[in-house]
């Protein structure tokens, strides 16, 4: 529980640092939020009321001052669109967005860990190349590309599963295996790097010379060795996942918190911008903290190194 405090409070800077940096920014981009809710042919009188009520007349500091003070609060302010609190709409589309990258988490596990043992234990063979192949086409195709191209061929060619929405549980799919393959293509790798690392240590040998069967002695010692760093960069992934489903939401239409960050962007509402930001931030700095309790329960020589400072 300490630890976990303390790197709580360590995220806080890097909380402030996003909040700060997503105020100016989204200020900066050219477009009046005013002009597009009222359209050019708006009158300056009324252009100039609509200013006042959101408060855009207020000076930029003043602006920013109310913002921290109300996410200090949990106040986000409310949308310039519709008038909502920010808090609400972003936490009514955050479920979907969970899902899916839960989902994609999942799936690029169950690939990544057999492939890459796989791969790890037929060395220099066929499977290798295989799953090296893979590994390199999930790598280089982006999500932009892949979801139009799952599309065309299960949604449009064969009629399997649906083009966008969230109506069934069948609409998960393609995003899903969208955002999961990208993702277990770079956890192959390392999977198979991580095997081949724990494979060359004493354990292993010491294992060998006990006269351990070499399933056991891959399944039970280099594998579950070779799982601890994957912990890691599966935790940041995952948080990853949480910004990076951004283009896939909108290809798919997926009523996510990343298709509600593009609409708010192109409809300059900058309190929903500010507030899709953050918590997207949140979920990296819970993830990360996530990852941390993990590895400390799963190696108890972190625990240890961290009970004696």
Request: hydrophobic fraction near 55%; proline fraction near 5%; charge should be positive.
């Amino acid at each position: 529980m300490r630890a976990a405090a303390r790197r709580l409070l360590l995220a806080l800077p890097t909380l402030l640092g996003v909040a700060t940096l997503v105020f100016f920014f989204i200020h900066l981009l050219p477009g009046d939020p005013v002009e597009i809710m009222l359209g050019e042919r708006a009158s300056s009188a009324d252009r100039e009321r609509l200013r006042e009520a959101l408060g855009l007349d207020r000076p930029l500091v003043e602006q920013y001052a109310s913002f921290l003070a109300g996410a200090a609060r949990a106040d986000l302010g409310r949308s310039l669109r519709d008038g909502r609190p920010v808090v609400e709409v972003v936490l009514a589309r955050l479920p979907a967005t969970f899902v899916l990258a839960l989902t994609a988490g999942v799936l690029a596990i169950a690939i990544a860990v057999p492939l890459g043992a796989l791969s790890a234990r037929h060395r220099g063979r066929w499977p290798d190349a295989v799953a090296t192949g893979f590994a390199m086409l999930g790598a280089s195709l982006p999500n932009f590309v892949l979801g139009p191209l799952l599309v065309l061929v299960f949604s449009v060619g064969l009629g399997w599963l649906p083009v966008s929405g969230a109506a069934s549980v069948a609409s998960l799919v393609l995003p899903a295996v969208t955002l999961g393959l990208g993702m277990s293509a770079i956890l192959t790798r390392l999977v198979r790097a991580a095997v081949l690392d724990a494979l060359s240590q004493d354990f292993v040998r010491t294992a060998r010379a006990k006269g351990l069967s070499e399933t056991v002695v891959f399944l039970r010692h280099a594998l579950r060795s070779a799982l601890l760093p994957v912990t890691t960069i599966f935790g940041l992934q995952l948080g990853s996942l949480l910004g990076g489903a951004i283009i896939t939401e909108t290809i798919f239409a997926w009523p996510g918190l990343g298709r509600l960050t593009l609409q708010a962007i192109d409809g300059r509402d900058y309190p929903l911008v500010q507030g899709c930001v953050l918590v997207i931030a949140c979920g990296y700095v819970a993830a990360n903290l996530l990852t941390d309790l993990a590895y400390q329960r799963l190696d108890p020589r972190v625990r240890l190194e961290g009970a004696t400072k």
